[in-house]
């Protein structure tokens, strides 16, 4: 069996590798050791940057997509909301109608006590029937 290579050997393997890449592509150049690393520090430390880049950007998007679906939720419980104050306006109005019949029948009678407004028909009026 052999032994797995410690974190350096696999480095120095990798910039062996990557001498020969170089050395195959240019092969008119004169490269010193000191070239090919720096070279090759370069090209790590671009793709690295490039890493960092694609990263930010996918978490970029997610953040956008949660703070769209966020905002969606939020404009449907505002909707929601809105229906629900349109419905008990309606209510009131309704039982506000009730009140001003009761008012006006009175007055039409000439009654001179207070209104009498059954129960029955105010919480007709508040279940959204019209009396």
């Known amino acids: 069996m052999t032994a797995q290579p410690t974190p350096p050997e696999l480095d120095a393997h990798r910039h062996r590798k990557d001498w ?3 050395a195959e592509r240019w092969p008119d150049q004169a490269w010193s050791s000191e070239a090919v690393l720096a070279l090759l520090d370069a090209l790590t430390r671009a793709e690295a940057r490039a890493d960092i880049r694609g990263r930010a950007v996918v978490i970029y ?3 956008a997509r949660k703070a769209e679906a966020w905002a ?4 449907e419980e505002v ?3 809105e229906v629900s104050l349109d419905r008990a306006e309606a209510r009131i109005k309704a039982v506000e109608d009730v009140l ?5 029948d009175k007055a039409a009678s000439g009654w001179k006590g207070s209104s009498v407004v059954r129960t029955a028909v ?3 009026a508040l279940e ?4």
């Open 20 to 22: 020969r890449d170089i």
């Open 72 to 75: 969606e939720y939020q404009n």
């Open 100 to 104: 001003d019949k009761a008012d006006a």
């Open 128 to 131: 959204g029937e019209r009396a």
């Open 122 to 124: 105010v919480r007709r």
């Open 79 to 81: 909707d929601l909301l």
């Open 61 to 63: 998007r997610d953040r």
